[in-house]
DNA sequence: TTTCAAAGTTAGACACGGCTAACATGTCAA
DNA sequence: TTGACATGTTAGCCGTGTCTAACTTTGAAA
């Protein structure tokens, strides 16, 4: 009943899982929302929700969607920490840019022992965030909060900083990387546009405007909350 | 017709080039040969090879057996290549013994892209041998030769150094490792028994005694002949 | 030259993880 | 309350890679 999770499935657990803990989502997460997110077709996500039920990872009824078991949970997180730490690795020791990170990782997760991952691990000092500043899990598998708030919930004018990038697309990082926009940079949001406009921040005293899209990426925290 | 190859046919020309470049081995090789080392039926066998042939990769006649084509050989040395950088970059870099890597480096070599395993190769400083001993193939996957001969080649006594130890059984090299016996181990063969009887090796003055088999899986260079 | 054991192939099955086409259900707005 | 449309499932297909059982071929010893 209970084997070792192919690659696949371990893909489809991690869907779940950031899915259902996406801001406002019900913990029950939807077959259409599968199939965009891993790009699949709708049959083929009904088909492994069904077969993820049998080996009790994902609680499932039919048009009711579907949502993590405690032990579907565990090999999410599990997944979820050896794609970060994957990241950080490639990123710190390989010199990888942060918008190459995530493709490899993408890959290398299922693949990778939970013995190397954790000598990988201590090879990094235990890193809390990975290049993106997403949360790593640690050894026993908690997610770590992450106190960050989007950007555009911030009142300008505003310093804060940048905690985190909700983004995997490397042309969005790159150009965010070119321009200093990365976890840990100070900016100043200076102006935010009404009728979903964009938002003006500064950095390093040079302005740059950002569609709504963008902007809604960044996950900041302002400076004097520290 | 010519996908990337799967990591069982990776595994399936990494066997047909091993067991096509043994020591007195023909360049055709048995179905047999391979179900053994691969440890799967005849029958898995017959259908791979003829799914290779049709990619190009292999050339083969039923009850002929198989041989490599060029671009076959060539995907299979930048699978051991990748093998081979692997099993470096965890034994020098994550604190992986020797005894450790192969079956790391197993799943691994099918998940890490070519330029991940280049950055690696640059990391290590482009090592020639991984941590058994055996010869790296280049970037330009050009196998290196390796002039070393099997001990029960030399004529005793004699003092050789150890340059390549042919096994992957971790117990095997742990008990190998634990007495010394590793490339670059400088050892001196004091006698060949007889009738398939042991062979007698001094390493740092400590007498050690090898079965036949054992000893067949050391490949050595005499000292002298530097 | 015959025979027979080892090696090899074919046939047929299965699990997995995809797909499309067709049908079923749920839900929201009229 | 009732469509209509979005969402979800079922049915049936496919390719890959494995297996066992049964049959065929090879090659070497007698
Ligand atoms: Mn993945
Ligand atoms: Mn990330
Ligand atoms: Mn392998
Ligand atoms: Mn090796």
Redesign the pocket.
Known sequence: MN?TP????E??LKALYALSTAPDASERV????I?DRL?????????????LQKQGLVS??????AALTADGRTEALRVIRKHRLIEVFLHRMLGYSWSEVHDEAERLEHAVSDTLIDRMDAALGFPDFDPHGDPIPGRDLTMRSHDAVCLLEIEPPCEVTIKRVMSQDSAVLDWLGQRGIRPGAPIRLVHLSPFDGPAEIAIDDRAIHLGRGLASMLRVRPVDAD
Chains 1, 2 share one sequence.
């Open positions: 084997r192919s690659a696949s499935a893909d489809y939807n077959t259409k929302a199939a790009s699949l077709s709708q049959p083929s996500v009904t088909s492994m929700l069904k077969s499932y009824a039919s048009y009711r969607g």
